[in-house]
Structures are given as structure tokens and as C-alpha cells.
């Protein structure tokens, strides 16, 4: 059963690789190089692949968040997504980061901060212009984009590797259907901690801290610290003037992901000054055939506030 939810999980991505009338012009060419590595941990390499148009690049980067449920896989990356961005003259980053179950949002959102930092690093390399940076995503991925977009840092000038001395922060930000505020999950103070997601889900709530005497990772079950994770990982918790500007695409029959997770955020990012948007489709759930469409506006947005 666990097998096969996978696939339903990541829906948002491979439902993409589908032939569809959104999709009827030539695709650009571009060359790929895959499984670039970023980082290491726990003695795992930290890949994504690189995706750059082989004329008329304009020197700007977006950044794919490969994740669905916090699941991540290379074979989700799916360069029909990136068309649109190809053929504008992105260079895009596919990021696969450190999947569930093995590890949780916080862990995972440490891959992030690696990845976005590594391309920064590298923008020489790449021919991308390190202050105009995109990121995208869906579903987990949505989050993940939101939390690079609220809590990017700038990196520590003290770090012994010179990746960790640049910043994780980006400039622009694109979230279909994503998780905001676990505290706050389709209504008012509906909690979702002590591991309330159903599965396939648990698994990325599912936080332990390291016990020294025992040399043994121990479930957390206490409430306060539980909520102040679920806060930590909260895009919603940490919106500033400085967030950068931010598209939010949702459907109004989302089962999965409320459509008010959207809405409180939208309204988070407005009262902070940040600009911002809400694109409702009416009568869909999560995911749909013609999301490809929507990728457009992602691209109009970010076209619209990467412009120097």
C-alpha cells in the first residue's frame, strides 16, 4: 500500500508528464546535467539536475522543488514542467532533497538552504545572476518554495565550507496548492502536531530528538515543543517586508490541502506589504489536467519582478 501512494503523493509532478493541448509548441532546446551534487549528509549525496537553454539565456535562475508529501525523487523531475522557463531563457535548478521517511521537514528544509546556496555559489559558473533568484513548487514543494521565500538566510560568515557563507534567500516565489500553517489547518487553531497528517504524511511530522545516554533518537510527544516545530516549519510564522513577491495557485475543491492555507497566507503576505497574489481555480481539486497552463503566470511572475 505504502508503494503505491507514493505515486499518488508526487501526482502533482507526474501528472505534468501527460500530453495535453496546454502543450502544442515546439519545446526549446536546452542541455541537461543531472544529478549535480549539492551536499552530503548522513552519507547520502544531495542531487539536482541543471537545466540550461542552449541560446538566449537570460541569465535569471528558478529553483524546482522535486516534492510531493515531502516525498523527493529524480525520477520526478519532469522537464515538460520547465518549458516555459526554458523557453524565456531560465537556467532551472531541478533540487531533489532528502526524501521522507528517512527524514523530516526540518532536515529537509536544511537541503533546501544547501541547494539554493550551492547554485549561489556557483552563479559564475552557471551564468546566472546570483540576486535574481526563483523558486517553485507544488503541494510539499509549494511549502518548501514559501519557506525558502520567508526564511532564507544569509548565510554564516564564520562556516568553515564558503557554501555556508552565502545566502539561501531568493527573490521571487511561485506555490501551487501548499501547506502554510500547520497550526492553523482549515480553520482556526486546527493543530496538526503529535503526527495528526494520515499517511503517507506521518512520516515528515514524525520528530525525534537524539538522547546522548541512550544514543537513541526519541519521539517528541511533548505539545509545546511539537507546536513550536509545527511554527518553525510554518511558512505563515515567518513573513516580513522582506519576503519576496509571492504567487499562490489553488483549487477550490482541494480535499488534500485546504484552499484556506492560501488565503491566510495571502492575507499574512498583503498585512506585511509584501506583493502578492491568489489565483483560485474554481471547481478543482488537487492538482489538474491544465496546471501546465498556470505555469505561464509563474513565469509572467517571475519575469515581472526578476526584471532589473
Known amino acids: 500500500m505504502y508503494r503505491m501512494l507514493v505515486p499518488l503523493v508526487l501526482g502533482a509532478l507526474v501528472i505534468l508528464a501527460s500530453p495535453g493541448p496546454a502543450r502544442t509548441q515546439e519545446a526549446p532546446e536546452f542541455t541537461r546535467v543531472q544529478d549535480v551534487i ?43 514542467f520547465f518549458q516555459e522557463f ?14 521522507q521517511p528517512k527524514f523530516t521537514i526540518p532536515e529537509i528544509l536544511e537541503d ?23 523558486i517553485i513548487g507544488a503541494s510539499a514543494g509549494g511549502h518548501l518554495s514559501l519557506m525558502q521565500g ?38 482556526p487553531g486546527n493543530e496538526m502536531i503529535n503526527r495528526a497528517f494520515r499517511p503517507p ?11 546522548k545516554d541512550k ?3 526519541i519521539p517528541i510527544t511533548d505539545e509545546k515543543k511539537l507546536r513550536e516545530i509545527s511554527a518553525k516549519v510554518s511558512p505563515i ?18 480535499e488534500l490541502v485546504p484552499l484556506q492555507q492560501s488565503e491566510i497566507m495571502l492575507e499574512k503576505l498583503k498585512k506585511a506589504g509584501v506583493p502578492a497574489e491568489l489565483i483560485v481555480r474554481k471547481g478543482v481539486g488537487h492538482s489538474w489536467p491544465t496546471l ?10 517571475f519575469d515581472k519582478y526578476l526584471a532589473k
Open 38 to 80: 549539492y551536499g552530503r549528509k548522513a552519507g547520502l549525496a544531495l542531487t539536482m539536475d541543471v537545466c540550461t537553454p542552449k541560446k538566449d539565456t537570460n541569465g535569471r535562475a528558478v529553483i524546482f522543488v522535486v516534492s510531493g508529501g515531502w516525498f523527493s525523487n529524480h525520477k520526478a523531475i519532469n522537464p515538460l
Open 86 to 99: 526554458l523557453k524565456r531563457g531560465y537556467t532551472v535548478f531541478a533540487v531533489v532533497h532528502g526524501s
Open 112 to 134: 533546501m538552504h544547501r541547494a539554493v546556496r550551492f547554485i549561489r555559489y556557483h552563479a559564475k559558473d552557471y551564468k546566472v545572476d546570483p540576486d535574481r533568484f526563483a
Open 150 to 187: 520567508t526564511a532564507g538566510n544569509l548565510g554564516d560568515p564564520k562556516a568553515d565550507d564558503p557554501v555556508e557563507r552565502v545566502s539561501s534567500r531568493v527573490q521571487a516565489v511561485a506555490a501551487f496548492f501548499p501547506p502554510t500553517d500547520f497550526l492553523n489547518w482549515g480553520k
Open 201 to 211: 504524511f506521518t512520516a515528515a511530522v514524525d520528530y525525534h530528538e537524539f538522547n
Open 215 to 217: 544514543a537513541l533518537y
Open 237 to 254: 510564522t515567518h513573513v516580513s517586508a522582506e519576503t519576496p513577491p509571492t504567487l499562490l495557485i489553488h483549487g477550490d475543491k482541494d
Open 292 to 301: 501546465l497552463n498556470d505555469v505561464a503566470l509563474c513565469a509572467d511572475w
